[in-house]
Every structure is written in C-alpha cells, then in structure tokens.
T-cell receptor, first 115, second 114 residues
Framework: AQSVTQLDSHVSVSEGTPVLLRCNYS??????LFWYVQHPNKGLQLLLK??????LVKGINGFEAEFKKSETSFHLTKPSAHMSDAAEYFC?????????????FGAGTRLAVHP | ETGVTQTPRHLVMGMTNKKSLKCEQH?????MYWYKQSAKKPLELMFV?????RVENNSVPSRFSPECPNSSHLFLHLHTLQPEDSALYLC?????WGAGSPLHFGNGTRLTVT
C-alpha cells in the first residue's frame, strides 16, 4: 500500500532564510512523487515531480526536492524564502495501480514567512 | 491563469436544495477528477472520469452525482446534502490516465451547507 507522511504541520521561517519541508513515503512500487502548493482561496499548483529520472528534481519558483530511496524521503527545499512562498504545501505519491491516476495526498504543511 | 475553470466559486445551500458544480478544462486532457478538501483532512478523491467514462467512485454517498458529458466538462450534482458536506470541492484534469501524470487543479468551489 502507498502512503505519505508530512512530518511538520506548520513551518515558520524568516524571509531570505532556507526552507525545508519534510516528506516520507511508503510505496510497494517504484513511486511517482509530487509536491503541490496551495495559496489561500486557490486550487493546488504543481511545484515539481519525480518519476524515476534524476533524483534531484528542480521545480518552479526556486524549489527543488531530492528523492532518497534509502530513506524513503522526498523533502522540499528552497535556498531563500520569499514572502510569496507563504502557502500550504502537499507531498503526493502516485499509487500506480489499477491503471488510473490515484494520488495519495499528505496532510499538508503550512509555511509561514516572516519579514 | 489556470486551465481548469470551476463555477461557482462560492455556494451556500440548504439541506433540501439541489445545485450543481461545474468544471471546464481547456487543456485537452483525457481525465477529470473531483476532490473534496475539508479542514484538517487530506484531500479526498471522489470521482474519476477517463474519456467520459467513470472509472472511480470512491465510496461517495449517492447525494453526490457526477456527470461528464464530454472530455472538457465535468459536473457534480448535489441534493439533500448534510452540514458535514461543507468543504472546498476541487476539480482537476490530467493528460494521461495513469500513474505519474500530474494533475491540474481549478480554484475550487467553497460549499456551505446550512
């Protein structure tokens, strides 16, 4: 069975400091992994995806994530936070079974960025 | 600008009302989805359509009735809802019907059941 755990429900950083949002996954198959972001009153937007190519994945807005199979982790990072990064972030694993695109969403991490 | 458009953005309805949510995708995708997002809960998949055929009904109560008349449009018909059905309802689409295909979401409909 597939599952995903976001280790922090809230993260608070100062503008200009690094961001680390942690995600661990469990999958019986070679997983596809995603990070999505949701700004207030908006839908979810894809930040980046991992699909068994390079283990370091670069996304939009300066975010990147590293797939570590030995640690079953897919943490999201950004070198320098911007005020506009304040949002909720979701780590997602693709179940990869049944022929359809069933995604398992984490509970989300709310990122606050302070001046 | 999102390629997935949902209307209305906000909806307040009584428990005896009938209403419909509409979703339209302009991306040429083959699969469409309804998700429910409640406070303090992970996103819940409700329905999946691929090429206008329903391929997933995730144990959703019958008071929610989806309709997919073509690959660009998806509806969610609502009747006799309960207050616990109040949530953000998100529509999404994807290019491929299979694992690894990312979803494109609309901005959602905020539903309040009184």
């Amino acid at each position: 069975a597939q599952s995903v755990t976001q280790l922090d429900s809230h993260v608070s950083v100062s503008e200009g400091t690094p961001v680390l949002l942690r995600c661990n996954y469990s999958s019986s198959y070679s997983p596809s992994l995603f990070w999505y972001v949701q700004h207030p009153n908006k839908g979810l937007q894809l930040l980046l995806k991992y699909t068994s190519a390079a283990t370091l994945v670069k996304g939009i807005n300066g975010f990147e994530a590293e797939f570590k199979k030995s640690e079953t982790s897919f943490h999201l990072t950004k070198p320098s936070a911007h005020m506009s990064d304040a949002a909720e972030y979701f780590c997602v694993v693709s179940a990869g079974t049944g022929g359809y695109n069933k995604l398992i969403f984490g509970a989300g991490t709310r990122l606050a960025v302070h001046p | 600008e999102t390629g997935v458009t949902q209307t209305p953005r906000h909806l307040v309805m009584g428990m005896t009302n009938k209403k419909s949510l509409k979703c339209e995708q302009h991306l040429g995708h083959n699969a469409m989805y309804w998700y429910k997002q409640s406070a303090k809960k992970p996103l819940e998949l409700m329905f999946v359509y691929s090429l206008e055929e329903r391929v997933e009904n995730n144990s959703v109560p019958s008071r929610f009735s989806p309709e997919c008349p073509n690959s660009s449009h998806l509806f969610l018909h609502l009747h006799t809802l309960q207050p616990e059905d109040s949530a953000l309802y998100l529509c999404a689409s994807s290019q491929e019907w299979g694992a690894g295909s990312p979803l494109h979401f609309g901005n959602g409909t905020r539903l309040t059941v009184t």
